[in-house]
Nanobody, 118 residues
């Protein structure tokens, strides 16, 4: 699976943002796709994931209410909508994918930088 993320940029606090990740190389049936982020000087952290078949979502507590993950089967795309951006959302955002049977995320996109100024 190849993952190509896009949509990052330089934004201001309070702005909204939509990140997209296009998957290619195989069908994502029975897979899970997700987003992670890594802020400067910090470890990469989980943000959200969505099951491809049913669209079941799960979020990190720190982003609940502001982040929405979705997937579009027709375009093999998983998106992350962020509203009311905060400076602490500044990070490189990565999309990832794994089989629903896997215990680790073994496919990663290249990351897209999101910088939020106050």
């Amino acid at each position: 699976v190849q993952l190509q993320a896009s949509g990052g940029g330089l934004l201001q606090a309070g702005d909204s943002l939509r990140l997209s990740c296009v998957a290619s190389g195989r069908t994502l049936t029975n897979w899970i796709t997700g987003w992670f982020r890594q802020a400067p000087g910090k470890e990469r952290e989980f943000v959200a994931h969505i099951t491809w078949n049913l669209g079941t979502t799960h979020y990190a507590d720190s982003v609940k209410g502001r982040f929405t993950i979705s997937r579009e089967k027709a375009n093999n795309t998983v998106s992350l909508q962020v509203r009311n951006l905060k400076p602490e959302d500044t990070a490189i955002y990565y999309c990832a994918a794994r089989s629903s049977m896997a215990t680790i995320w073994n496919y990663w996109g290249q990351g897209t930088q999101v910088t939020v100024s106050s």
